[in-house]
Every structure is written in C-alpha cells, then in structure tokens.
C-alpha cells in the first residue's frame, strides 16, 4: 500500500489546493486564543486586537481572535466529506485584561462555531497535560472567598459533518483490517483520557522549538486517526505545526495533508520522520504486546473464541479478526510531498507459538 503527505506553508484559511468533499478526517490544534504566546499570530492577522488587548477589551479581543480561526474553520467544513469528521484540541484561557481576571472559554466558541453549521456535535474527550509540578493556585491562598480554579485540562471537540454517519460497503476489507482492539476500544472511547505521557522519547530533539510550537502528544493524533478513520483515507491538519498530525497518520498508514503558516517548525517534523520506520514498528509491537498482556488476566475468567486471522493470536470480538498492522518500507521526499510504501507488519511467529498455546482454550 501507498500513501501520499503533503505540506503547504501557507495560510490555512484559503486551502485552494484541496478539492471540497474529499478529506476524510480533520485533526488540529489550533493557536489558543487569548494564551500569550499567540498573541503575535492573531495580531499579525488583525490590528485591532493589540488596541483591545491595550485597552482592557478582553473579550471583544478573544472575539477577533475567533474570527481569524473561523476562517480556517469554514474551509474545514468545505473539504471534509459528509460523515468525516473534525476532532479540535483546544484549551480554554485564563488571563488578567485591563483590571479583570477571568476565564476565556475557547471550546464554547469553537462548538458555537461548528453549531450554525450543518453539523453533529458529538460527544468530548477531555485530557491533562502531564506535568511534574505541582499545581499553581491561582488567588488569595487559604481564604475565601476569591481564589481561582486551576485549568489543568483540554478539550477534544468532535464534529460530524452533515446529519449522517459515513457509509461502507458491507465487510470493507479497509474497514476490517483498520479494527482496533476490543480493549482499547474501551480506553480511546472513554470521555477522559488520563494516561496520555506526552511525547515519545524518539521525538525529543529541537525541544525548544517544539514548546513554542505547543505541539500535542503523539498519542493524541494517533489514537484520533485510529479510531475515525481507515486505511488510506486522507487526514488534514490545518494547524500543522510541527507535524505531528502527519507522523500518526504515516505510522498509521492514512495520507495527510498539512498547512502551517510558519515553515521554521518543519525543522522538527524532518528530524522525526527520519526515526518513522522505527517509530511505526514499536508503536505496532507495543500495540500487539499490550494485547497480549491484555489477554493474560482477561482469559483467566473468560473463554476466547476468535483469533486473529493476519497474527494467529487470540482477539475477544469478531470484528478484530482482520486486524492488519503495517510498517513502512520506503520512504521518498520530493520538496514538501512524502511518498511512503507499507507493508504488512510481521509478528516474530516465537512470540505467536507461546502465547497463542497457552491463552486459546
Ligand atoms: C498549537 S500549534 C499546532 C501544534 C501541532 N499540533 C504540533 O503538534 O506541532 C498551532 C500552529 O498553527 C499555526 N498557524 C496559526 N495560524 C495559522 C493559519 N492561519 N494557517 C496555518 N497555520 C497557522 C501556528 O504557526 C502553529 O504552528
């Protein structure tokens, strides 16, 4: 299989080069309005909101801010493909303008935006950037009644497009084999994702330039692709970044798309798609081994009946029977387009012979 990345430094609210109705899935975390370090950004797009900002107008502030996102939001809508959908990480801000502290609620916004649209607001997924420090009180220490709640937490904000969910032809091998585990059905689907531990060791060079760029976990566009899209699909992020979005979707065997406005980030997404190849195989190798450990406790009480038809080890639901993993063979770069071929991704058959004989009943 072949998929296909391409990267566009340029602005993401005009996306000419992307047919409308062709992406499958969105995944973006765009700058936060009303957190500092995106001041420059919004204010380079809109000059009134330096003045606001100057003049304690907080909130008419974080309105244009909106606005500029807005923009980039409406081409979203119009190159996704009715049933695809649109998964935003977003925060919302804390900030003192003029003489008042409060909160600046950017997922409110965002779902407003995505409400006048012909769109299903589904339901969010809420996850906590790990820290080592403890947490920062905001306000008058042991007395109340005037300190703040901390915001120790982000949003993933899921939109459908249209009214429908999308369609299939009925046993779609795409689909099948894009199954993921029954158990980690159960952690992805859940409403709070508290295990997510940032980044991966193999992605830790230009850290500095990674911070400004405020780039999500890996595991965050990763486990998005998994479970809202299939093989070969084609993913957009329109808030590239550092790319991240991209790296999921070439370990996950899905095309991408990207827009970012400022190229110095590309730094960082070259130096990790160096390390992709290896980064593909253990991100499948820890998949499958947690499913085996997974199986350990689960066959103590329970009987197994199916098994995976591609890796001969027992899985717990029909539908995980096509479970089919890839790795990448090549990799080709010609100026910003990477042309990638996947093969299957092969299990050490040692590994398949012990744990299959002794968990299957
Ligand atoms: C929160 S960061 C995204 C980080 C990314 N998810 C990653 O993992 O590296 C938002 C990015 O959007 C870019 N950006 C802001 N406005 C943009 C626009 N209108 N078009 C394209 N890129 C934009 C910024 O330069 C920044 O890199």
Redesign the pocket.
């Known amino acids: 299989m072949k998929t296909e990345h391409i990267l566009y430094f340029?602005?993401?609210?005009e996306m000419k080069e992307i047919n409308s109705n062709t992406i499958d899935l969105i995944v973006?975390?765009?700058?936060?309005p009303m957190i500092e370090m995106?001041d420059e950004?919004f204010i380079s797009?809109n000059h009134k909101i330096k003045e606001y900002i100057k003049n304690g107008k907080g909130f008419k502030a974080f309105q244009l801010m909106h606005e500029?996102l807005n923009?980039?939001w409406r081409e979203c809508f119009r190159v996704l493909n009715e049933g695809g959908l649109i998964c935003i990480?977003i925060g919302d801000a804390t900030r003192k303008v003029g003489n008042s502290f409060q909160l600046y609620p950017n997922h409110v916004k965002i779902t407003s935006f995505f409400q006048n649209y012909d769109c299903l607001i589904l339901p969010i997924i809420l996850w906590r950037k790990p820290t080592n420090s403890p947490t920062k009180f905001m306000g008058s220490g042991m007395l109340p009644t005037n300190a703040y709640v901390t915001l120790e937490h982000e949003y993933i904000l899921i939109f459908r497009k249209g009214k429908k969910n999308r369609r299939f032809k009925p046993k779609s091998e795409k689909r099948y084999n894009s199954a993921y585990f029954w158990e980690e059905r159960n952690k992805w689907f859940s409403d709070e994702w508290s295990d997510i531990i940032g980044k991966s060791q193999s992605l830790e060079n230009y850290s500095d330039l990674?911070e400004r760029?405020?780039?999500?976990p890996l595991e965050i566009?990763y486990r998005m692709i998994n479970m809202f899209s299939i093989y070969g699909d084609y993913v957009l992020?329109?808030?590239?970044?550092?790319?991240?979005?991209t790296l999921a979707a070439m370990i996950s065997a899905r095309n991408s798309y990207g827009?970012?406005?400022?190229p110095e980030?590309s730094k960082?997404f070259q130096n990790n798609v160096k390390k992709i190849k290896p980064l593909t195989d253990s991100t499948n190798k820890e998949r499958i081994a947690t499913h085996l450990n997974f199986l350990k406790s689960y066959i103590k009480n329970k009987q197994v009946k199916y098994t995976s038809v591609h890796y001969n080890f027992p899985v717990i639901t029909a539908q995980e029977k096509d479970i089919l993993f890839y790795s990448i063979k090549d990799i080709k770069k010609l100026d910003n387009i990477y042309n990638l071929e996947h093969e299957k991704f092969s299990y050490k058959k040692k590994y398949d012979k012990e744990v299959h004989s002794s968990l299957i009943k």
């Open positions: 340029k602005n993401s609210n973006t975390s765009p700058p936060y995106w950004i797009a500029e923009n980039t990480n990674r760029s405020a780039a999500f566009p992020d329109p808030f590239w970044g550092t790319g991240t979005t827009y970012e406005i400022d980030f960082v």
